[in-house]
């Protein structure tokens, strides 16, 4: 309970704090770029989603593998969970990105390496959760979207190495496009981290919030059965 | 009594939030007949569902020739089970012969294509069994049906409403095999609805009534006694 | 697997009987001859409209296109035909494991995939405009390659997907997100090929489509038992 208690209680405080750090980080402590000027903050929000929603599906997938591996309806939960949060943060990977993408290349979209990942990224979360709302609700739909979830995260590495193949990279991308390690100025680094590690507190709470209501409707669903059954 | 060949322990079975199997506890022994007798509804379809392998029980466990039902080498358990249900499990565009033939490869059956024009004559089939099954009458599938679940000779047998939309010529082969079994030492385990019928071919009985098991007889039922305990457990319910 | 050498004896036993059932019924090549002819020529009509001329790239795109979408509603057949009396129970009864299963009917269906890629690319050449002949070798591994990985992943989920109610809808849903990077692959490898190029010019496309193949064909082997057993 002791864990439990940690997450109700401190966890949205904590996520309030951060959120609070990483904005004034974001807009006061980070400097403006000097080429991009004031759009560039986006990019704190746009990759700071983009580590979560990975994060989220790789929670899915080791929920997923948990699940089949032990038979425990809360790993199955968790998997659920975690999709239906991870990509709300893809989505919101793949509106930051056109928006900061239009001012800075002209174009809503390119077929950059890293949005095309995330492009299929999504549509592998969206397939997920179009399975488990459309197939029906036997116990067996779990099983197969726990083998849906860890077929998914299998493929990462192919999805990274293959989309590195598509043509037609705009050269823009590779002067305008920081990434991780070309971050020269340490405020940009640090309104870097500590966005990311709020979006991360912030998953984990919603993923917690999610588990726990999901836990709660199906006991109750089990309950009610056990009492009809007599 | 023979050598236990299937013991059951506390067997549950959920389907999404309800109980279908609500913990029973069951056994059958080598030369037993033994039949379970239930309502609709009462869970005995899924039952054998669970002995036979193919559903894993929520809770509970189950013992086939003295090993763990679930456990790694289950599918060697598998070759000495036969299954007959109300569906044939038959290829519709293979032809009668090829059919066994498959199932005979697919049990290892030694001498495959030897069994399968045995158990084709046996099954009064002999003309047939080069046409297609799509084209045969709802008796001679049923025949074909058991045949295909005795060609690699199981050791215990399960038979899911056998005598249900039967003609009567299949009917005498489904007691025939019955009786055939259980005077080689084989086992054979039925569910069914047909209590007359039931009780005359059986050596021993279970009422299954909402996933348990209400009585079971320790040797032949005898017939008032059983209609009375089944209309105390089904009219309760 | 508890198989071995028998485990061997089982898989063919499962795809000889798959094989002589589709030659009698041929319902699973008709289904991708005819789909396949169908999206070839509305791709072609298509492409001749837009541009009047074909390209390579476009030809290539085209191909995959077509093979993978009419080899997705074929390939549901090899599951759907265990349904009828419900003989999926009498293999799943008998002590054939379900990776033996599954092994036997993608092997199946690479074999008949490769059927209807050898019948509809002459008419590609014709229609699209495609010089096949040259090429012919390095296009056969190509597509050889690429069915394997389509194959792995879609009959892996067609067994999924002949359980739900829609399931049409249902297979290219959940397949199409984690093909997403066979079809960049195949497609750039079938391109570079169909451009006069060499295996080795499509190297690096070539080395990730085998890894895909390992990868999924591996994930399926091990994971298939979750799909189809209760």
């Given at each position: 309970m002791r864990a439990r208690d940690i997450l109700d209680r401190w966890l949205p405080w904590a996520v309030g704090l951060a959120m609070i750090g990483a904005l004034y980080c974001i807009f006061l402590v980070a400097p403006t770029e000097r080429e991009q000027g004031v759009v560039q903050r986006i990019f704190y929000f746009h990759v700071s989603s983009a580590w979560t929603a990975f994060a989220g599906f790789v929670t899915v997938a080791l929920s997923s593998a948990l699940f089949l591996w032990s038979g425990r309806q809360r790993w199955d939960q968790v998997a659920r969970s975690a999709a239906e949060v991870g990509v709300l943060f893809c989505t919101f990977v793949l509106i930051t990105g056109p928006i900061w993408a239009k001012p800075i290349w002209g174009t809503w979209w390119q077929w950059d390496p890293r949005l095309t990942q995330t492009l299929i990224l999504w549509a592998i979360y969206v397939s997920y959760l179009t399975l488990r709302a459309f197939a029906g609700g036997e116990d067996v739909v779990r099983r197969w979207a726990a083998v849906l979830g860890i077929f998914g995260v299998v493929g990462i590495p192919i999805i990274i190495l293959s989309v590195r193949l598509l043509p037609g990279i705009h050269p823009a991308v590779l002067v305008t496009r920081e990434g991780k390690s070309g971050l020269a100025d340490p405020g940009m680094r640090l309104a870097l981290i500590v966005t990311g590690l709020t979006f991360l507190l912030l998953f984990v709470w919603l993923v917690h919030v999610r588990t726990r209501i999901q836990r709660v409707s199906e006991g109750l669903e089990s309950m009610r059965a056990d009492l009809d059954a007599g | 009594m023979g050598v236990q060949v299937l013991k059951a322990r506390s067997l549950v079975r959920r389907l999404g939030p309800t109980r279908v199997l609500a913990g029973l506890d069951l056994q059958v022994a080598a030369g037993e007949v033994v039949g379970v007798f239930g309502p609709n509804g009462a869970g005995k379809t899924t039952l054998v569902r669970v002995l036979a392998t193919l559903l894993r029980p929520t809770a509970g466990d189950?013992?086939?020739?003295?090993?763990?039902?679930?456990?790694?080498?289950?599918?060697?358990?598998?070759?000495?089970?036969?299954?007959?249900?109300?569906?044939?499990?038959?290829?519709?565009?293979?032809?009668?012969?090829?059919?066994?033939?498959?199932?005979?490869?697919?049990?290892?059956?030694?001498?495959?294509?030897?069994?399968?024009?045995?158990?084709?004559?046996?099954?009064?089939?002999?003309?047939?069994?080069?046409?297609?099954?799509?084209?045969?009458?709802?008796?001679?599938?049923?025949?074909?049906?058991?045949?295909?679940?005795?060609?690699?000779?199981?050791?215990?047998?399960?038979?899911?409403?056998?005598?249900?939309?039967?003609?009567?010529?299949?009917?005498?082969?489904?007691?025939?095999?019955?009786?055939?079994?259980?005077?080689?030492?084989?086992?054979?385990?039925?569910?069914?609805?047909?209590?007359?019928?039931?009780?005359?071919?059986?050596?021993?009985?279970y009422i299954l009534n909402r996933g348990r098991v209400t009585w079971g007889s320790p040797g032949p039922a005898d017939p008032d006694e059983f209609k009375d305990a089944y209309r105390r457990a089904v009219g309760a319910g | 697997m508890s198989h071995g050498v028998e485990g061997v004896t089982l898989v063919l036993a499962i795809l000889w009987k798959d094989l002589r059932i589709e030659w009698r019924t041929k319902e699973m090549l008709t289904s991708f001859v005819v789909l396949a002819v169908l999206l070839v020529l509305t791709l072609s009509f298509a492409g001749q409209a837009a541009m009047g001329r074909v390209s390579t790239s476009r030809v290539a795109g085209a191909l995959w296109v077509s093979f993978l979408f009419a080899g997705m509603l074929g390939i549901q057949r090899s599951f759907l035909l265990e349904r009828e009396n419900e003989c999926i129970t009498g293999l799943l009864a008998s002590p054939v494991e379900a990776a033996e299963v599954f092994l036997a009917k993608l092997v199946g269906n690479v074999m008949l995939l490769g059927i209807m890629q050898a019948l509809i690319l002459p008419l590609a050449?014709?229609?699209?405009?495609?010089?096949?002949?040259?090429?012919?070798?390095?296009?056969?591994?190509?597509?050889?390659?690429?069915?394997?990985?389509?194959?792995?992943?879609?009959?892996?989920?067609?067994?999924?997907?002949?359980?739900?109610?829609?399931?049409?809808?249902?297979?290219?849903?959940?397949?199409?997100?984690?093909?997403?990077?066979?079809?960049?692959?195949?497609?750039?490898?079938?391109?570079?090929?169909?451009?006069?190029?060499?295996?080795?010019?499509?190297?690096?496309?070539?080395?990730?489509?085998?890894?895909?193949?390992?990868?999924?064909?591996?994930?399926?082997?091990?994971?298939?038992?979750?799909?189809?057993?209760?």
């Open positions: - | 189950v013992s086939l020739f003295g090993e763990d039902a679930f456990g790694p080498d289950a599918s060697r358990l598998r070759r000495r089970l036969g299954l007959v249900t109300h569906e044939s499990f038959l290829y519709p565009d293979l032809t009668g012969t090829e059919n066994l033939l498959f199932y005979a490869r697919l049990y290892g059956v030694q001498n495959g294509n030897a069994r399968a024009d045995e158990l084709i004559a046996w099954a009064g089939m002999e003309e047939h069994g080069r046409r297609q099954v799509r084209a045969y009458s709802r008796g001679m599938v049923q025949r074909l049906a058991l045949a295909r679940a005795l060609i690699h000779a199981p050791d215990l047998l399960f038979l899911d409403e056998p005598f249900s939309g039967l003609d009567a010529l299949a009917t005498e082969a489904v007691e025939q095999v019955m009786g055939r079994l259980r005077s080689e030492g084989r086992a054979v385990l039925l569910t069914t609805h047909d209590i007359d019928r039931g009780l005359r071919i059986t050596d021993r009985v | 050449a014709l229609f699209l405009g495609a010089r096949i002949g040259a090429a012919l070798p390095a296009l056969a591994v190509v597509l050889g390659l690429g069915n394997l990985g389509f194959a792995a992943v879609a009959t892996f989920f067609a067994a999924v997907a002949v359980r739900t109610r829609s399931r049409e809808v249902m297979l290219p849903l959940l397949v199409l997100p984690l093909l997403l990077p066979l079809v960049i692959l195949a497609v750039s490898a079938t391109a570079t090929v169909l451009d006069g190029g060499g295996l080795a010019e499509a190297s690096p496309a070539l080395v990730y489509l085998v890894a895909f193949d390992t990868i999924y064909c591996t994930a399926g082997w091990l994971l298939f038992e979750f799909v189809v057993r209760e």
